[in-house]
């Protein structure tokens, strides 16, 4: 089946500092990614629906600035925390619609996740 | 907004049990899906069962469908210990686009 990774599978970093997270589609092109948050216990959240060659599209509440999402190819998708906060600490989450599937077109691939811890 | 809410939110069995979770929704839906997480992993793709669809199998799993009342069930017959993990449905809206939307889950727990 479609593969998806996300590097790195944790990180802890500083207050203040940026961390950058990326998701591939090992075997599969992607037109559209999706970030995800993860709260212990808690359900998915959507943070941005991620446009290969555009502009992602943020949910309400997300902010453009903190969380930035760059999908340049096909294949990739990355999302950067800037000035990371301990509130940021969370499970993020990617996934991927195979834009070539002839299967079921509205299943997505979901990455592993990233931890994100902020001290 | 939440679209499907997991019932339990707690389930606990030995193994051999049979497994059952439901989930109920708000609005009209294109199709429903279940997915499940291993404790901090990414989400793996179980089953998806379109609105015209009542039953459907897959392995030892069930999952039903009942448009008119707006809830689905998975059963996971003959449970292994392998089986733990949190259990979402997903569903997606009649109309709407593709992104499905999340409930809060049932973690399953099966003691060997």
């Known amino acids: 089946g479609a593969v998806v990774s996300q590097h790195p599978s944790w990180v802890i970093c500083k207050s203040g500092t940026s961390v950058k997270i990326e998701c591939r589609s090992l075997d599969f092109q992607a037109t559209t990614m999706f970030w995800y948050r993860q709260f212990p216990k808690q359900s998915l959240m959507l943070m941005a629906t991620?446009?290969?060659?555009?502009?992602?599209?943020?949910e309400q509440g997300v902010e453009k600035d903190k969380f930035l999402i760059n999908h340049a190819s096909l294949t990739l998708s990355t999302l950067t925390v800037t000035s990371a906060h301990p509130e940021d600490s969370s499970f993020y989450i990617c996934?991927?619609?195979?834009?070539?599937?002839?299967?079921?077109?509205?299943?997505?691939?979901f990455g592993p996740g990233t931890r994100l811890t902020v001290l | 907004s939440q679209q499907g809410e997991e019932d339990p939110q707690a389930l606990s069995i030995q193994e051999g049990e049979n497994a059952t979770m439901n989930c109920s929704y708000k609005t009209s839906i294109n199709n429903l899906q279940w997915y499940r997480q291993n404790s901090g992993r990414g989400l793996v793709h179980l089953i998806l069962?379109?609105?015209?669809?009542r039953e459907k199998h897959s392995g030892r799993l069930r999952v039903t469908l009942d448009t008119s009342k707006k809830s689905s069930s998975l059963l996971i017959t003959a449970s292994r210990a392998a089986d733990t993990a949190s259990y979402f449905c997903?569903?997606?809206?009649?109309?709407?686009?593709?992104?499905?939307?999340f409930g809060r889950g049932t973690s399953l727990i099966v003691h060997p």
């Open positions: 069962i379109r609105s015209n669809e």
């Open positions: 996934s991927a619609r195979d834009s070539g599937a002839s299967g079921i077109a509205d299943t997505q691939y």
């Open positions: 991620s446009n290969e060659g555009s502009k992602a599209t943020y």
């Open positions: 997903a569903t997606r809206r009649s109309g709407g686009s593709y992104i499905p939307t």
